[in-house]
């Protein structure tokens, strides 16, 4: 036996193989890093960002992104101006220090304390405090600017892009990877179970499929959401359960040529259960192009829920998703072209990241590739 | 190198880039092909023989380079534009290769395939093309070929299949006509036909044939020239007969020497009776449909078989004959009527009803590739078995039974962590094999185990699997198409044909004097010596 002099090779398992594979490929590395990132700030950004995803700030409606703080230094004397206008008295002198304002009001009327309360409405000003004069017709103003950041801008409704987009990453990979997971998960067990056992069972269960197919998806989910209420799970629910179909039909598939494999065939000659050759034979070697309808099947999911969200059965505001982010965006892409192109470019990076580490999961989880 | 040389290969070098670093497939090979003549490129798989060929058909994989020279009629045509390429291309120099089921397109009738090569290099209209066809056809020995040109590919038998691929090589009278083993995927006597039809083209139409095979019976009885290729370099070339008699190199003498040997002893006339079938039938539904009436193939009509304990029964017939069936319906992995004993008392029908013996009862398949999952390691697939068998052994001794069962096969124990593309054929049927044996079974079905194979991993194998049956008093049914194999291996033969025993009895007797016309025709195609005759 000349041919049979290799070198041992450690004992590893399928996964651990895959990692070892998997860390080879920069591509899909880089993706995981991505969307482990991703996940991160939508888990946990919304608690640390400045800005409640749903405050808002009148007088910020529309801003632009900046890296500089609001208000800008130009914008601070008008917007002083314009509160004392509303406060109906008179500013004899302004003066902008730093982050302080001090303005030397007066009136003809003896002015009221409660002036104080115009500026402690606003966005732009903290802190205001008001030294009269003895005789009540003047007085000096002295408050803190308040510096906000927008770095994405800011919606229609002068909400913070950022925490908006944060959240609705947060919402939107839930729904994606829970309801991917449910189809994942139910697709898999049916379509194996189905072309495995073949015949008769087969024609039934699939034909359970094929009337699951014929409901619109649409009146699906509205059933759903009349029955059990609306809630976030509902949602994950009713997408999982729409998307299994097509991951049932394609693990059949994969099934039914993988049963006629000779090793398939060598496993129920050495008297292996029905079980056993599903799981140790039929899934792992159907795991390819699972694992690439999975990657496909999360960004579907995203966009279903967007769908649902458009028709008011998603989530609602002040709660948003990347999808209801884009499509708000989109209204007011002339105007205001950031609250399109934020969340798009998020949720573009998301989708492409997921093609690479589908491509680099099914790479590595072919051990001819090893 | 004299005039009439068309074809010289000088210095041929074919280099692949994979992700291990360039895998030198071809190194430095010449060769001379005259005119009229057949030359045969012997080796075993991997060796380069192929790669060669397809290295000046310019068909070589994205990542294959081919360095050197090979001239045809003394003109270049290594590394040609496409379009140079194409004007020799299926027109001077054609090929044939090895499956005819695959290299015909399923979706286009017989006629447009062959019209295909005339409309591209003769310039004919499809009217135009279609006298030539049929002449072709009739030229290749196709019956009622009016009607044959209208059929599609699955309409037709292999050996038919073979016959248009060669008429399609023939369409623009070719100096070379390549053949890539294209007698391999058939029977031994459509084998015998095809390379009579190819010999008396030959003569006929007085092309040169470079024919590319591992089969030295073949080489024999066809070739002029040979040049035994391998790892890429020819170690032997010359004359047919010359390499034949006085085999210069010790790899062509190892070939040449590779024949199985040895003959298998009857058992005891006392051994105890293991496995009996007795008029098993076994009949698979075609077709049929929801409301249309079910069709039936009785693959298997009524055998009587009866295995001792220690015997071979060797079990030949052509493709289709049913050899197959029967050995699955003793094993019950297949539905049939009839009686299956077993130690005397009938084998149950049902998976978990037949469980308790399948240890026992255990197969060896053909495909060593197919036959391993891709995605389990070596250790894994081994201990399977004993994971349903002995589900209350503890995972350390599973690993030990596996080391143990690959030493009994003559592998490494330190492979068991290894996937199974990592070996080479003859090292996956071993793993196959380790695979029954760890169960120590008493009764193994093995369904052309060595027809994958290349023919000196062939003999280890037959050493091998003698060996286990001295040693562990196995019964072996060994179904093949290779008389030399079964010959070696066999003590009883059953021949079969279409579902029944033909003939039966003891090896020596089917052999050396079969009863039968079928089982003589059979023992001809597979084991004459006489060179093929063009058709006088």
């Known amino acids: 036996m000349t041919d049979a002099t290799m070198t041992a090779a450690p004992s590893r398992s399928l996964w651990q193989d895959a990692w070892i594979r998997l860390k080879k490929n920069r591509a899909a590395l880089a993706s995981l890093v991505v969307l482990v990132v991703l996940g991160l700030a939508g888990a946990i950004g919304p608690m640390i960002s400045p800005h409640p995803y749903g405050a808002i700030y009148q007088q910020y409606v529309r801003v632009p992104p900046s890296l500089e703080a609001y208000p800008r230094a130009d914008e601070i004397e008008p917007a002083v101006t314009d509160l004392i206008r509303r406060a109906r008295v008179d500013a004899t002198e302004t003066e902008v220090s730093g982050d302080t304002v001090t303005v030397q009001i007066a009136s003809d009327q003896p002015i009221d304390e409660r002036v104080v309360r115009y500026f402690q409405r606003s966005d732009q000003f903290f802190n205001p405090e ?37 959240i609705g990453v947060r919402i939107s990979l839930a729904i994606g990877l829970l309801a991917s997971a449910m189809a994942l998960v139910l697709g898999v067990t049916y379509g194996a179970i189905s072309g495995y056992l073949g015949g008769r069972v ?91 309808f999975v990657t496909l099947l999360v960004p579907k999911a995203i966009l279903a829920e967007s769908l649902l969200s458009f028709l008011g059965l998603g989530v609602q505001d002040p709660m948003t998703s990347l999808g209801l982010l884009i499509s708000e965006g989109a209204q007011n892409m002339r105007g205001a072209s950031w609250q399109l192109i934020g969340p798009a470019a998020v949720l573009t990076v998301i989708l492409f990241a997921l093609n690479f580490l589908g491509d680099g999961l099914r790479d590595s989880l072919d051990p001819k590739e090893r | ?64 380079k081919a360095t050197g020279s ?94 248009v691929m060669i008429a399609m090589a023939l369409a623009n009278d070719p100096d070379i006509l ?37 089969d030295l019976g073949i080489v024999r009885r066809f070739a002029d020239h040979v040049a035994v290729m391998r790892r890429g370099e020819v170690v032997e070339d010359g004359t047919a007969e010359a390499v034949f008699t006085a085999p210069k190199h010790p790899y062509t003498r190892m070939l040449l020497d590779a024949e199985p040997e040895g003959q298998k002893l009857p058992p005891a006339p006392d051994a105890p009776e293991l496995l009996r079938g007795d008029k098993v039938h076994v009949t698979f539904p075609l077709g049929g449909g ?69 240890h026992q009862l255990q197969l060896v398949f053909q495909d060593p590739f197919g036959s391993l999952s891709p995605r389990m390691t070596v250790g ?26 690959l030493e009994e096969v003559g592998l490494d124990a330190s492979m068991r962590n290894r996937y199974p593309h990592e070996f080479s054929g003859g090292q996956r049927q071993r793993i196959a094999i380790a695979r029954t044996m760890i169960l120590r079974p008493r009764v193994i079905v093995l369904d052309e185990p060595t027809s994958a194979l290349d023919r000196s991993v062939q003999k280890q194998i037959v050493t091998l699997l003698r060996d286990l049956q001295l040693k562990y008093k196995l019964s072996y049914f060994f179904i093949s198409h290779d008389l030399s194999v079964v010959r ?24 050396d004097a079969p009863r039968e016309d079928y089982t003589r025709r059979l023992m001809e195609a597979a084991l004459s010596t006489e060179r093929f005759r063009p058709a006088s």
């Open chain 2, 70 to 163: 090979v001239k045809y009629r003394d003109r270049e045509v290594l590394n040609l534009s496409e379009r140079e390429l194409n004007k020799i291309r299926g027109k001077k120099i054609t090929m044939i290769f090895q499956e005819p089921m695959t290299s015909l397109d399923p979706l286009y009738r017989i006629g447009d395939q062959l019209a295909e090569p005339l409309r591209y290099h003769a310039g004919m209209s499809r009217r135009q093309a279609r006298p030539r066809i049929l002449e072709l056809l009739r030229l290749v020995g196709i019956p009622d070929p009016e009607r044959r040109i209208d059929s599609y590919p699955h309409e037709m038998s292999g050996g038919q299949r073979q016959r």
């Open chain 2, 290 to 358: 929801f409301l249309k009436k079910p069709t039936y193939l009785q693959a298997v009509k009524g055998i009587s078989v009866n295995l001792r304990e220690g015997q071979t029964i060797g079990v030949v017939g052509e493709s289709g004959s049913g050899k197959s069936t029967l050995g699955r319906a003793l094993l019950r992995l297949t539905e049939s009527e009839g009686r299956v004993a077993w130690l005397g008392t009938e084998l149950p029908h049902g998976i978990d009803e037949m469980r308790p013996f399948r």
């Open chain 2, 380 to 405: 894994q697939i081994i201990t399977e078995g004993l994971l349903i068998h002995e589900p209350s052994m503890s995972r350390a001794e599973r690993n030990t039974r596996a080391g143990e069962a």
């Open chain 2, 488 to 511: 070696a291996l066999a003590d009883h033969i059953i021949v079969m044909k279409s579902g029944e025993i033909v003939e039966e009895g003891p090896t020596e007797q089917v052999f």
């Open chain 2, 178 to 214: 390549i053949a890539d083993e294209p007698t391999t995927a058939l029977d031994v006597t459509i084998q015998a036909q095809i390379l009579e039809l190819l010999a008396d083209l030959q003569k006929r139409l007085g092309m040169a044939i470079v024919f590319i095979t591992h």
């Open chain 1, 202 to 292: 087969d024609n039934v269960m699939m034909r359970i499929v094929d009337i699951l197919y014929s409901l619109p998806f649409i009146f699906f989910v509205i059933l759903l959401l009349v029955f059990f209420g609306r809630s976030l799970l509902i949602i994950f629910i009713a997408i999982g359960a729409t998307e299994w179909l097509d991951m049932a039909r394609i693990v059949r598939g994969q099934t039914l040529s993988l049963k006629r494999r000779e090793f398939v065939q060598a496993a129920e000659a050495l008297g292996a259960t029905r079980a056993g050759i599903l799981k140790r034979h039929i899934i792992p070697n159907a795991l390819g192009p699972v694992i690439v």
């Open chain 2, 1 to 64: 190198m004299s005039d009439n040389t068309i074809l010289s290969v000088r210095d041929l070098r074919v280099t692949f880039q994979t992700n291990d670093g360039p895998v030198e497939a071809v190194k430095g090979v010449n060769l001379d092909l005259k005119s009229g003549e057949t030359l045969a490129i012997v080796g075993e798989s991997g060796s380069g023989k192929s790669q060669t060929t397809m290295a000046l058909m310019g068909l070589l994989a994205a990542n294959g």
């Open chain 1, 130 to 166: 008001l030294e009269l004069a003895g005789d009540g017709l003047s007085g000096t103003l002295t408050m803190g600017v308040e510096r906000n950041y927008f770095f994405l801008g800011t919606d229609n409704l002068g909400r913070d892009m950022l925490s908006r987009i944060l």
